[in-house]
Antibody, heavy 121, light 110 residues
């Protein structure tokens, strides 16, 4: 059974940093591109960014709203992806989901349950 | 910056048919954008319904179908049921590793 479990959310002050983790199981993590998607309360889904596999040079891409502040990494030995968030703003407050890009590369086929990040003073 | 557009809300009667659309603020949606559709109920993670324009995800009832209608991607629900009342999101692949979600459509079945 495929599982994605996010952790690391919490309350952080504006300007602060937080690192989220996504522990994966039930599939070949090292071969999968992993994405992060967020959702502010009562709002829609927003794609945050992704990291490709080692075969694709661990290439990363980010949404314009987080570029330069957020960094996605992965540890294939631990089947875990990370989202390092720096210079956090109140508008970054959201539930953060990790999700796997399917093997066809055409959709997000598995999702975690999300972890809540609250940026507030 | 390109915006992906969806109807904010839609209403359908039980047993009725509804078509939700996914467009671009500039240009037309084609299969090259790999449009996919997700269903989300409150407090839950999204669930894939349709990917690559019209392929139903495993376990999705055949009352859900995807297509390109004119210059937009479309999700059609035929024979709507009460438990189809959810938020529906499309996402498009913009190239260069970038994906963009639409704002979502809140579907009411009444």
């Amino acid at each position: 059974e495929v599982q994605l479990v996010e952790s690391g959310g919490g309350l952080v002050q504006p300007g602060g940093s937080l690192k989220l983790s996504c522990a994966a199981s039930g599939f070949t993590f090292s071969g999968s591109a992993m994405h992060w998607v967020r959702q502010a309360s009562g709002k829609g889904l927003e794609w945050v960014g992704r990291i490709r596999s080692k075969a694709n040079s661990y290439a990363t891409e980010y949404a314009a709203s987080v570029k330069g502040r957020f960094t996605i990494s992965r540890d294939d030995s631990k089947n875990t992806a990370h989202l390092q968030m720096n210079s956090l703003k109140t508008e970054d407050t959201a539930v953060y989901y990790c999700t796997r890009l399917s093997s066809t590369g055409q959709n997000f086929d598995y999702w975690g349950q999300g972890t809540l990040v609250t940026v507030s003073s | 910056q390109t915006v992906v557009t969806q109807e904010p809300s839609f209403s359908v009667s039980p047993g009725g048919t509804v078509t939700l659309t996914c467009g671009l603020s500039s240009g037309s949606v084609s299969t090259s954008y790999y449009p996919s559709w997700y269903q989300q109920t409150p407090g839950q993670a999204p669930r894939t319904l349709i990917y690559s324009t019209k392929t139903r995800s495993s376990g999705v009832p055949d009352r859900f179908s995807g297509s390109i209608l004119g210059n937009k991607a479309a999700l059609t629900i035929t024979g709507a049921q009460a438990d189809d009342e959810s938020d529906y999101y499309c996402v498009l692949y913009m190239g260069s590793g970038i994906w963009v979600f639409g704002g979502g459509t809140k579907l009411t079945v009444l």
